[in-house]
């Protein structure tokens, strides 16, 4: 398989130079947990850095945040000098998107780089225009020759671990961009709403944690300028706002970006809340994340407003990005016998079943925001993925994930394989009927990785109603390792554009490959 060099490619050089590498120009406002003043002198200025996402083969998502009203525009380019630039006219940012905007970009050259700059003009005179602050990525290959390569983890700014100076920040994330990926896939735990960030923590060796605060971020999330306070922490480390202008992303959510283990209808038995339905703090979340991550079926005009979607990535590669919190039911035992619920919901299953048998790339990728057979309990008797403990016939939310591996088996689905985050350590499964209580299925390999910025935790057992085997696990052996005491993870992806064959590593900061499994496209029981 080739391998692509883990730095920025030379005609990307430029730009980075231009856009990311001048502090003024990212330079984060002095009132980072504020709103901006809607009556500012000068220009607009973007310090929040650019994104872009769901990038397919010609079209993208650009999002930027403004500090005042302002007209969002972007500029693309075949080249890195705006020579001829194409001219993109963008929303009004103001106060009702908390001066965040989402331009899509349609009509693109396929498999080709795509350099990018955004500019902020004055409402009231739009040839008085900010600094304008650049990007760049890749749309996906139209045929299958091109090489790919994409990252994934998740769980940012977890259990009180936030961006902390002495370390250079979110330093992973640099460490990421050099691997140079065509897109980052988020596997949810975007923030931890729950979480407040403290200045400082004391750790075991008597060390001191010290972290970048915000108003926002010294409590719970509950009000929507609580969520989006939240949201907009992490845009203050300098790597991250370095990743996003270089890294298109794919993002999800799980259960952080609300509350730890929340489900539709939960009444929250948590003295920190004065607002305790969940469904009203999940709506205020969901907003918050629809203005700060560029996501397809969440942008302006789109009817469903839904997190679940399929990217295609070329004829190599399509990504089923899930919803495992938004339609699941109640957090149980999980002993059912009849569940059509679930944890997917009856019509995310449809969905999903429909457009794995449609799907003709080469790899399927089914990005999941919980593990499968991995046991992630809530309290002593309720537990919180698909896994309950019980080794035996498929029950409760099991059901739902047996209907889907059987309909993969008969339709003769061939190339999918899981990738997840979630319980903070890395490792790999492999799941087989020969060892499966439910033998209806055709076997499959998860992959977990993470967390980016959060604290480490124990590994837990699994679940033998699928069959499950461990072959490979690092976890640290004590609950909540800060960064600084366990390296924190991330997994790649490379899929060869002439062989097809698929590479899974398992990588951990600091870059050692953890763990490597190489797949052979069209094959079953890899």
């Not at 010609?58 to 001829?84: C, I, K, Q, Y």
């Not at 719970?220 to 922490?233: I, N, T």
């Not at 938004?326 to 919901?345: E, K, M, V």
């Not at 967390?451 to 480490?456: D, E, N, S």
Request: a positive charge; glycine letters at 10%; hydrophobic letters at 35%.
């Amino acid at each position: 398989m080739s391998q692509r060099q883990p730095s920025p490619s030379p005609r990307r050089r430029s730009v980075l130079r231009g856009s990311l590498a001048v502090p003024a120009a990212l330079a984060v406002p002095a009132s980072a947990g504020a709103a901006p003043s809607l009556a500012l002198s000068g220009r607009p200025k973007a310090g929040w850095g650019v994104q872009a996402g769901d990038v397919s083969a010609h079209s993208g998502l650009v999002w930027v945040r403004s500090d005042r009203p302002a007209r969002m525009v972007v500029e693309t380019s075949a080249t890195e000098s705006f020579r001829n630039p194409r001219r993109w006219q963008g929303p009004l940012l103001g106060p009702d998107t908390d001066f965040t905007g989402t331009t899509r970009l349609r009509g693109l050259p396929a498999g080709e780089q795509i350099h990018y700059r955004v500019l902020l003009a004055d409402p009231e005179d739009p040839r008085r225009t900010g600094k304008p602050v650049g990007g760049t990525f890749r749309t996906t290959p139209r045929g299958r020759r091109q090489d790919v390569r994409f990252l994934w983890s998740g769980d940012i700014a977890g259990q009180g671990w936030g961006i902390n100076p002495d370390r250079g920040g979110y330093r992973v994330f640099e460490e990421m961009r050099r691997r140079d990926p065509d897109f980052f896939l988020c596997s949810g735990d975007n923030i931890y709403a729950d979480g407040p960030i403290l200045p400082s923590v004391t750790l075991p060796d008597g060390t001191v944690w010290r972290n970048v605060t915000t108003e926002e971020k010294s409590k719970v999330a509950e009000s929507l300028a609580e969520f989006r306070g939240a949201f907009r922490y992490n845009l203050l480390d300098e790597n991250l706002r370095r990743f996003n202008a270089q890294v298109p992303s794919i993002v999800q959510w799980d259960d952080h970006e609300v509350h730890n283990n929340w489900y539709p209808g939960q009444i929250l038995d948590d003295a920190r809340y004065t607002e305790k339905n969940t469904d009203v703090l999940a709506g205020r979340s969901l907003r918050a994340f629809s203005e700060y991550f560029p996501v397809s079926t969440l942008a302006p005009g789109d009817e469903d407003g839904r997190v679940y979607r399929v990217l295609r990535h070329g004829p190599l590669l399509d990504v089923f990005v899930l919803d495992m919190r938004s339609y699941r039911n109640a957090n149980s035992p999980g002993r059912q016998t009849d569940d059509a619920t679930g944890i997917l919901g009856a019509r995310q299953l449809a969905w999903l079943k429909r457009e794995l048998s449609r799907s003709r790339a080469v790899w399927k990728v089914i990005a999941s925001d919980m593990p499968l057979g991995i046991v992630v309990p809530d309290g002593r008797v309720n537990f919180e993925a698909v896994a309950q403990g019980d080794p035996g016939a498929p029950l409760g939310r099991e059901l739902q994930i047996a209907e889907l591996l059987r309909h993969i088996k008969h339709g003769r689905i061939t190339g999918t394989l899981w990738l997840t985050a979630d319980v903070h350590y890395t490792s790999a499964q492999h799941y087989d009927p020969s060892r499966a209580a439910f033998k209806d299925f055709a076997p499959f390999w998860e992959f977990v990785s993470g967390p980016l910025a959060a604290g480490g935790f124990p590994a837990t057992k699994l679940d033998g109603t699928f069959g499950p085997e461990q072959k490979f696990l690092k976890a640290p052996g004590r609950a909540n390792t800060s960064p600084a005491e366990t390296p924190q993870y991330f997994g790649e992806i490379d899929i060869d554009g002439g062989s097809g064959e698929l590479t899974v590593r398992l990588r951990q900061e600091g870059g050692g490959v953890l763990f490597t499994q190489v797949l052979q496209p069209g094959r079953v029981g890899q």
